[in-house]
């Protein structure tokens, strides 16, 4: 008898012996099943190491398709020196910039307002951007003549002008029994304040900038800056006064 044989006939031979003790009311064997193992270390490891795959894949792939672009502030025509920008004069396109270029020296679209009035200073072309070095923001007043000038705090109310403010303008001229001081302008608004830099820039103090309605006022104040002895005085809300404002030095 083969093997087979064997087994087979030990197979029945096990199952007439179970009926035969089932018929003398004996319980029924309980069937115990194999516990499946679980995953080995090496398998969690590997499965670990495919989700970081998956991830890194979507990551990828979402970087590549999503447009990083920002819409910057470009010429909607050729912008000449000199022109007073408008809305109009004003468009963006989605570009890419570098930091260097992006943070400080180009605008957005949430820049436009602070172009308008703005004035061009070097030619920009139609679709071009429009960058920092190509115009002069406005000042917030009205078209005027500005001029920066170097004065000692202590000349310009302790250095507490804000932007806005109204100033006279007063230049004493001569020394001694000659001198007299005048109001050069009166009623000139404040644009900004700003730190001289001190004695490695040659100026102490601080930079003030004022815009004037004239340009005969702006020679004024450049001749005062030069010849006098220059101190601002804070007009903010202060009536005009109806003489000439000169004060001449009483004679011994």
Avoid: N, W
């Avoid at 909607?76 to 400080?104: C, I, K, N, V």
């Avoid at 220059?230 to 000169?246: K, S």
């Amino acid at each position: 008898m083969t093997d087979t044989a064997q087994r087979e006939s030990s197979v029945a031979d096990g199952a007439e012996a179970t009926g035969s003790r089932r018929g003398q009311g004996a319980a029924a064997p309980r069937l115990v099943r194999r516990r499946r193992p679980l995953p080995g270390g090496r398998a969690v490891f590997g499965g670990f190491l495919v989700a970081v795959a998956a991830v890194g894949i979507f990551a990828a792939y979402t970087s590549a398709t999503t447009d990083a672009r920002i819409p910057y502030v470009v010429a909607s025509h050729d912008l000449a020196l000199g022109e007073r920008l408008t809305a109009a004069d004003l468009s963006d396109a989605p570009m890419q910039l570098p930091p260097s270029l992006a943070h400080g020296r180009a605008y957005t679209r949430a820049d436009v307002g602070r172009l308008v009035g703005a004035v061009v200073v070097a030619p920009v072309g139609r679709g071009e951007l429009v960058q920092a070095s190509s115009v002069v923001e406005s000042s917030g007043f009205p078209p005027d003549h500005q001029i920066s000038f170097p004065i000692d705090p202590a000349r310009a109310v302790g250095g507490r002008l804000r932007s806005g403010e109204a100033v006279d303008v007063l230049a004493t001229y001569g020394t001694g029994a000659d001198a007299y001081t005048v109001v050069v302008v009166g009623g000139a608004r404040v644009v900004t304040t700003a730190d001289g830099g001190g004695a490695l820039s040659g100026h102490a103090g601080e930079v003030v900038t004022l815009s004037l309605t004239t340009s005969s006022d702006a020679l004024a104040v450049a001749h005062a800056v030069d010849a006098g002895q220059v101190m601002l005085v804070r007009a903010t809300g202060a009536p005009r006064p109806d003489d000439g404002g000169v004060y001449r030095t009483p004679s011994r």
